[in-house]
């Protein structure tokens, strides 16, 4: 079945660029979401992107994608205490809508 | 639109016990999929509902679990009899075609 790989913890200093990153192995994946989940709650979408862009960005958010590598990215400009939560990488695999996400990336803003 | 509806918010039983989580999704979604998530798995699906039939149920653990959807605004999942190691956060997340998914704010379920 479709693996989705990411690193757990990544810690930055307030006012930093932060880089969560993330595999994937289903090369058919379509749509691949990033995530978040603040405490004691339930995720959050925050952006997407569609498996023929290699870029995209929303605001402080840049999502950039690697096809031929497997490989996606989520980087944050100018993170703030604020951004500390934990961010999961998500791709729709085997048609519909069924989601497959990552294990979770722990983003810790330091002051 | 309230968002994804979950209850109870916090459900403590005790061991043999039957716990029925609920969830009604957002109005107009046509797929509805039960998560849950802990520390040692993350987050894991259980199964999925495409215009109330369910359509994948390969993530539910045993026969102890079981889940309904009697209609488009509701559903329920089923844990009968519970057990300590059921202990997790469950999720229902809702999705119109598109497959963006919105999560409701998790059910945190304690088995003593």
């Known amino acids: 079945g479709e693996d989705v790989e990411q690193s757990l913890f990544l810690s930055v200093r307030e006012g930093d660029s932060s880089v969560i990153n993330c595999t994937y192995t289903d090369s058919s994946s379509t749509y691949l979401y990033w995530y978040k989940q603040e405490p004691g709650a339930g995720l959050q979408l925050l952006t997407y992107?569609?498996?023929?862009?290699d870029m995209k960005q929303d605001q402080r958010l840049t999502v950039l994608l690697n096809k031929k590598d497997k490989h996606l990215s989520l980087r944050i400009a100018d993170t703030q205490t604020g951004d500390s939560a934990i961010y999961f990488c998500a791709d729709v695999t085997g048609g519909g809508n069924k989601l497959t996400f990552g294990t979770g990336t722990q983003l810790k803003v330091e002051l | 639109d309230a968002g994804v509806i979950q209850s109870p918010r916090h459900e403590v039983t005790e061991m043999g016990q039957e716990v029925t989580l609920r969830c009604k999704p957002i109005s107009g979604h046509n797929s509805l999929f039960w998560y849950r998530q802990t520390m040692m798995r993350g987050l894991e699906l259980l199964i999925y509902f495409n215009n109330n039939v369910p359509i994948d149920d390969s993530g539910m653990p045993e026969d102890r679990f079981s889940a309904k959807m009697p209609n488009a605004s509701f559903s329920t999942l089923k844990i009968q009899p519970s057990e300590p190691r059921d202990s997790a956060v469950y999720f229902c997340?809702?999705?119109?075609?598109?497959?963006?998914?919105?999560f409701g704010s998790g059910t945190q379920l304690s088995v003593l």
């Open positions: 997340a809702s999705s119109p075609p598109s497959g963006k998914l919105f």
């Open positions: 992107i569609f498996s023929n862009m």
